[in-house]
């Protein structure tokens, strides 16, 4: 595969996940209330996912779901109503005092990153735009190594700016912010998020 290639995918894919979206509102929270390490974790789970979506689609994923559209209308449902359950636990908790850093965080390392993953798992969505973009630029004659390589990229992508996110958001001036309007900030991220897990299920 032409060099060209492989970072033209790849930078298409960096502005994808640049957009805002479910994901980063999550992360930005996450950032906030509970911290950098926290919100850490949480962003590999993207990448993680990511590369699970970006895999799939190079398997012929995305045209399992355009031959089986109930597979993909039961993936989007399930998505969406995931998202459905993060907005209602951020608005049930909004009221909680936010933790100090240095305190032990209200979600393990662990719970963070099968969060960020089944975040981005349980959107059918990705697998489409992976698709699309590899049946466009990917060529068919691509090796192993190059298709492996690129699934990796992608997954660094999706990590690297996500990392950028948390550590922005967890820092000192925009952490005291956060914490000044934590009850309706949550409730307004709660809400966002809602949003989001809607237009999925149903679009």
């Not at 359950?85 to 909004?94: E, P």
């Amino acid at each position: 595969m032409l060099l060209s290639v492989f970072l033209s995918i790849a930078l298409i894919h960096l502005l994808a996940a640049m957009s805002p979206g479910p994901t980063f509102v999550l992360c930005l929270r996450t950032a906030a209330s509970e911290g950098f390490p926290t919100a850490a974790m949480l962003s590999i789970g993207y990448g993680i996912g990511a590369m699970l979506w970006a895999a799939g689609a190079m398997a012929g994923l995305a045209v399992l779901f355009e031959l089986v559209p109930a597979l993909f209308v039961g993936l989007k449902i399930l998505g969406g109503l995931f998202l459905l359950y993060v907005a209602y636990m951020m608005w049930k908790h909004a009221k909680s005092p936010m933790p100090q850093l240095g305190e032990v965080a209200p979600r393990s390392k662990m719970a963070a990153m099968r969060m960020g993953f089944l975040a981005f798992a349980t959107n059918p969505k990705p697998a489409i735009f992976f698709g699309a973009v590899f049946v466009g630029l990917l060529p068919t004659d691509a090796s192993l190594l190059s298709r492996v390589l690129l699934v990796l990229v992608i997954g660094l992508n999706e990590t690297l700016w996500y990392l950028t996110v948390a550590r922005v958001f967890s820092l000192p001036k925009p952490r005291a912010i956060y914490a000044r309007l934590k009850t309706w900030t949550d409730r307004v991220f709660g809400a966002m998020i809602a949003a989001f897990g809607a237009k999925i299920a149903l679009t």
